[in-house]
Nanobody
Framework: QVQLVESGGGLVQAGDSLRLSCAAS????????MGWFRQAPGKEREFVAA????????DSADSVKGRFTISRDNAKNTVYLQMNSLNPEDTAVYYC????WGIGSLRTKPDYWGQGTQVTVSS
């Protein structure tokens, strides 16, 4: 079992940066693939980024490549999403997710979800 709590969301202006954190509890965190998803108003939830349990492999959506970076600190049971050059299209509720299998599996069906944190980018 893994419990996930996101933090770091807020209201920023276009071009600003923001770092989201996801604190995880549970004995399987260090062996879990972790990721971030987002859901904008009126849209389906979409994959943003993922990272392997060791941190050696990452994956991200084309829409955020070069702007967002996912990382993790297994000693702190925390995964991060550094978001740079934010634009209004990045406005969404951001969800942390965990999976017990590979990144490919996480992208389609995570095993655990956090409650989400709102990110709003004004123009």
């Amino acid at each position: 079992q893994v419990q996930l709590v996101e933090s770091g969301g807020g209201l920023v202006q276009a071009g600003d940066s923001l770092r989201l954190s996801c604190a995880a509890s549970g004995r399987t965190f260090s062996r879990s693939v972790m990721g971030w998803f987002r859901q904008a108003p009126g849209k389906e939830r979409e994959f943003v980024a993922a990272i392997s349990w060791s941190g050696s492999t990452t994956d991200s959506a084309d829409s955020v490549k070069g702007r967002f970076t996912i990382s993790r600190d297994n000693a702190k049971n925390t995964v991060y999403l550094q978001m740079n050059s934010l634009n209004p299209e990045d406005t969404a509720v951001y969800y942390c997710a965990a999976g017990l299998w590979g990144i490919g599996s996480l992208r389609t069906k995570p095993d655990y979800w956090g409650q989400g944190t709102q990110v709003t980018v004004s123009s």
